[in-house]
């Protein structure tokens, strides 16, 4: 079996956003960079799939600005075989990656293809969803577990009411939630091994998507600063204030 996992380059989390002064969206320049964390998990859970003995070719596909190699090599470091970069400066909406994967898939002809829930940048969590509509396969989205049964992958999905399993049809798409497992770290001879690994380029006219966007921001704001609390004497007063400030009952 061969997996196709997506990583994306975003704001580190651990970094605090700023909105740029135009507000045209938040500041990127001079920022920390790092692999979305869902994707991490969704490079781990296809190491785990390919030392099971499950998968035989595990590829890391990252697509945007020349500095998503990086991203590719931190999941070859982790321990993927090869990575594919879709270089391009455009700015990507969930449709347009949705579909270059799916022009990677008939390339690549992969089994399964596992993406994060969402990405930490835009919090979209579109592209899988829209993958496998495009590509009309199977999908198991917020996995917490994926299990291979009868030439199935059965999938446990976070959903509100507790957990829900389903069991997917291959070629599938899965997209990770935070408790599916822990990724690794890359350890230092592994991101020795990792330089030497191939990473393909290709561009957008490459695999023939119009990747244009579709939708258009207006406009990016700060959140409305914090009030802080208040203590109420009793009832009486809580419903008062409840009534005549807040103006919610
Ligand atoms: P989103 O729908 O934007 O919340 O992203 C969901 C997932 O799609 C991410 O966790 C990634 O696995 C994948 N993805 C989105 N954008 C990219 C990108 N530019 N390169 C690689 N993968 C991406």
């Not at 579909?99 to 596992?114: C, F, N, T, W």
Request: overall charge negative.
């Amino acid at each position: 079996m061969k997996v196709l996992v997506a990583v994306k380059r975003v704001v580190d989390y651990n970094v605090k956003v700023r909105v740029k002064a135009d507000q045209t969206g938040v500041e990127t320049a001079n920022v920390k960079m790092s692999m979305n964390p869902f994707d991490e998990i969704a490079v781990e859970e296809a190491l785990r799939m390919q030392e099971a003995g499950t998968v035989s070719e595990t590829v890391a596909v990252s697509m945007g600005v020349q500095q998503c190699q990086e991203t590719i090599r931190t999941a070859l470091a982790m321990g993927m075989d090869r990575g594919i970069h879709v270089l391009t400066d455009q700015e990507l909406q969930p449709l347009a990656v949705a579909k270059l994967l799916a022009a990677l898939v008939e390339r690549e002809k992969p089994d399964m293809v596992i993406l994060g829930k969402q990405a930490i940048d835009d919090d979209s969590n579109q592209t899988g969803q829209m993958l496998a509509g495009l590509l009309g396969w199977s999908q198991g989205t917020f996995a917490s577990e994926i299990k291979f049964a009868d030439g199935k992958a059965d999938v446990t999905r976070e959903v509100d009411g507790g957990l829900e399993t389903i069991s997917l049809t291959l070629p599938s798409v899965v997209t990770t939630d935070l408790r599916l497992n822990e990724p690794r770290y890359a350890s230092l001879p592994n991101i020795m091994k990792a330089k030497k690994k191939p990473i393909d380029q290709v561009s957008v006219e490459d695999l023939g998507v119009d990747a244009s966007p579709r939708l258009v921001t207006l406009k990016v704001e700060e959140p409305p600063a914090r009030r802080g609390g208040g203590k109420v004497a009793d009832v009486a007063e809580l419903v008062d204030k409840l009534k005549n400030e807040a103006g919610v009952i």
